[in-house]
């Protein structure tokens, strides 16, 4: 199973649109943009997944589906 990113020890927050992101969602989001960017459909899969384990886990909040 991949890290979660290594910068996700900054933690900075921010608002992004309703969402409010911590330093780990901006880091995930960002690097599953890439993996679409590079049709990555395993890299983009796993980093769904651990996107929506790290939201459970750390907000609280279950993503709905489809996300
Ligand atoms: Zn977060």
Redesign the pocket.
């Known amino acids: 199973m991949t890290e979660e990113p290594e910068d996700a020890a900054e933690v900075t927050w921010a608002v992004v649109g309703r969402d409010v ?5 901006v880091a995930l989001r960002r690097q599953r943009g890439l993996a679409i960017q590079e049709y990555d459909r395993s890299r983009e899969v796993d980093l769904r997944v651990l996107t929506r384990r ?2 459970r886990e ?2 609280g909040q279950e993503l709905p589906f489809p996300w």
């Open positions: 992101m911590c330093g780990v969602c790290h939201m750390q907000h």
